[in-house]
Protein backbone atom coordinates (compact mmCIF):
# COMPACT_ATOMS: atom_id res chain seq x y z
CA UNK A 1 0.00 0.00 0.00
CA UNK A 2 1.55 3.52 -0.99
CA UNK A 3 2.02 6.19 1.40
CA UNK A 4 0.59 9.50 0.41
CA UNK A 5 1.26 13.18 2.02
CA UNK A 6 -0.32 16.10 0.49
CA UNK A 7 1.03 19.47 0.89
CA UNK A 8 0.55 23.14 -0.50
CA UNK A 9 -3.26 24.08 0.80
CA UNK A 10 -3.56 27.79 2.41
CA UNK A 11 -5.78 30.37 2.65
CA UNK A 12 -6.36 32.34 -1.14
CA UNK A 13 -8.44 34.97 -1.83
CA UNK A 14 -10.73 34.19 -4.29
CA UNK A 15 -9.90 34.22 -8.00
CA UNK A 16 -6.64 33.28 -6.86
CA UNK A 17 -4.65 29.99 -6.92
CA UNK A 18 -2.70 27.52 -5.45
CA UNK A 19 -1.46 24.23 -5.92
CA UNK A 20 -1.31 21.45 -4.13
CA UNK A 21 1.41 18.40 -4.34
CA UNK A 22 0.88 14.68 -3.14
CA UNK A 23 4.06 12.74 -2.65
CA UNK A 24 3.47 9.28 -2.86
CA UNK A 25 6.10 6.29 -1.39
CA UNK A 26 6.02 2.56 -0.45
CA UNK A 27 5.00 1.43 -4.00
CA UNK A 28 5.65 2.01 -7.91
CA UNK A 29 4.24 5.58 -8.60
CA UNK A 30 3.83 4.76 -12.11
CA UNK A 31 1.25 1.81 -11.89
CA UNK A 32 -0.82 4.06 -9.79
CA UNK A 33 -3.96 6.21 -10.67
CA UNK A 34 -3.82 9.44 -8.69
CA UNK A 35 -6.96 11.27 -7.84
CA UNK A 36 -7.78 14.64 -5.87
CA UNK A 37 -10.97 14.34 -3.51
CA UNK A 38 -12.26 16.99 -1.30
CA UNK A 39 -14.60 17.30 1.47
CA UNK A 40 -16.29 20.58 2.89
CA UNK A 41 -17.56 20.62 6.30
CA UNK A 42 -20.80 18.79 6.66
CA UNK A 43 -20.97 17.71 2.99
CA UNK A 44 -19.26 13.96 1.65
CA UNK A 45 -16.52 13.92 0.25
CA UNK A 46 -16.36 14.47 -3.66
CA UNK A 47 -14.19 13.67 -6.90
CA UNK A 48 -12.00 16.90 -8.06
CA UNK A 49 -9.72 15.10 -10.51
CA UNK A 50 -8.06 11.88 -11.23
CA UNK A 51 -4.89 10.94 -13.35
CA UNK A 52 -4.01 7.56 -14.46
CA UNK A 53 -0.77 5.63 -15.56
CA UNK A 54 -1.03 6.95 -19.24
CA UNK A 55 -1.50 10.21 -18.10
CA UNK A 56 -5.44 10.45 -18.94
CA UNK A 57 -7.22 12.92 -16.78
CA UNK A 58 -10.59 13.44 -15.58
CA UNK A 59 -12.32 16.27 -14.13
CA UNK A 60 -15.55 16.70 -12.37
CA UNK A 61 -17.62 19.54 -13.72
CA UNK A 62 -16.92 22.05 -11.43
CA UNK A 63 -13.52 22.11 -11.77
CA UNK A 64 -13.09 21.59 -15.54
CA UNK A 65 -10.89 24.24 -17.27
CA UNK A 66 -9.78 25.50 -13.62
CA UNK A 67 -7.89 23.15 -12.27
CA UNK A 68 -5.25 20.57 -14.21
CA UNK A 69 -3.88 17.73 -12.49
CA UNK A 70 -0.37 15.98 -13.27
CA UNK A 71 2.13 13.71 -12.40
CA UNK A 72 5.71 13.35 -12.35
CA UNK A 73 6.63 9.88 -11.82
CA UNK A 74 10.39 10.56 -11.39
CA UNK A 75 9.49 12.39 -8.52
CA UNK A 76 6.93 10.26 -7.45
CA UNK A 77 4.36 13.11 -6.95
CA UNK A 78 0.74 14.03 -8.20
CA UNK A 79 -0.16 17.88 -8.01
CA UNK A 80 -3.40 19.84 -8.64
CA UNK A 81 -2.76 23.17 -10.27
CA UNK A 82 -6.00 25.37 -8.99
CA UNK A 83 -7.02 28.81 -10.70
CA UNK A 84 -9.57 31.01 -10.63
CA UNK A 85 -10.09 29.68 -6.86
CA UNK A 86 -14.13 30.49 -5.49
CA UNK A 87 -15.39 30.33 -2.18
CA UNK A 88 -17.37 27.12 -3.02
CA UNK A 89 -13.95 25.46 -3.11
CA UNK A 90 -13.50 25.59 -0.14
CA UNK A 91 -12.34 22.09 1.48
CA UNK A 92 -10.26 19.48 2.57
CA UNK A 93 -8.28 17.95 -0.30
CA UNK A 94 -7.19 14.67 0.13
CA UNK A 95 -4.57 12.89 -2.36
CA UNK A 96 -5.61 8.74 -3.25
CA UNK A 97 -3.82 6.53 -5.22
CA UNK A 98 -5.30 3.11 -6.44
CA UNK A 99 -3.60 0.64 -9.64
CA UNK A 100 -7.34 0.23 -10.75
CA UNK A 101 -9.82 2.08 -9.78
CA UNK A 102 -13.18 1.39 -11.27
CA UNK A 103 -14.83 4.61 -11.36
CA UNK A 104 -14.21 8.00 -9.09
CA UNK A 105 -15.85 7.26 -6.52
CA UNK A 106 -13.74 7.67 -2.96
CA UNK A 107 -14.76 4.15 -2.28
CA UNK A 108 -12.67 3.07 -5.53
CA UNK A 109 -9.02 4.11 -4.30
CA UNK A 110 -7.65 2.02 -1.40
CA UNK A 111 -5.06 4.39 -0.08
CA UNK A 112 -5.36 7.97 1.50
CA UNK A 113 -3.54 11.14 2.75
CA UNK A 114 -4.07 12.70 5.42
CA UNK A 115 -5.67 15.98 3.88
CA UNK A 116 -4.58 19.50 3.08
CA UNK A 117 -7.01 22.73 3.78
CA UNK A 118 -7.85 24.82 1.41
CA UNK A 119 -9.69 27.98 2.52
CA UNK A 120 -10.81 30.51 -0.53
CA UNK A 121 -11.82 33.82 1.11
CA UNK A 122 -14.97 36.77 -0.75
Known amino acids: QVQLVESGGGLVQAGGSLRLSCAAS????????MGWFRQAPGKEREFVAL???????NYADSVRGRFIISRDNAKNTVYLQMNSLKPGDTAVYYCAADLAPRRSRPSDFGSWGQGTQVTVSS
Open 51 to 57: INWSDDT
Open 26 to 33: GGTFSNWA
